[in-house]
Nanobody, 115 residues
Framework: VQLVESGGGLVQPGGSLRLSCAAS????????MSWYRQAPGKERELIAT????????NYADSVKRRFTIARDNDKNTVYLQMNSLKPEDTAVYYC?????????WGRGTQVTVSS
């Protein structure tokens, strides 16, 4: 199993980034996928989840209406489009899925929002 995040970087407040998570080693279309983030000194936070087909999504209040999660089951990739970024969005962003009996995680990608 492998989850590889990419697309992070330094962006100014109000800017946008699109994160990608390339998955391999499992049947991607059979699992719900999620994005988490962890800011320095804080606990890891669930920010977005997408159903197996992509037809249903859920967001944390902190990112609702600014972030959009999407997936391409043909490309085994899940995305996180982040708009109107704020300094408090600075964190390491991880993609993840749960398949009993455990969670699977990528290594994360750093997003820094600063002027």
């Amino acid at each position: 199993v492998q989850l590889v995040e990419s697309g992070g970087g330094l962006v100014q407040p109000g800017g946008s980034l699109r994160l990608s998570c390339a998955a391999s080693g499992f049947t991607f279309s059979s699992v719900e996928m999620s994005w988490y983030r962890q800011a320095p000194g804080k606990e890891r936070e669930l920010i977005a989840t997408i159903s197996k087909s992509g037809g249903s999504t859920n967001y944390a209040d902190s990112v609702k209406r600014r972030f959009t999660i999407a997936r391409d089951n043909d490309k085994n990739t899940v995305y996180l489009q982040m708009n109107s970024l704020k300094p408090e969005d600075t964190a390491v962003y991880y993609c993840s899925y749960y398949q009993p009996p455990r969670d699977y995680w990528g290594r994360g990608t750093q997003v820094t929002v600063s002027s």
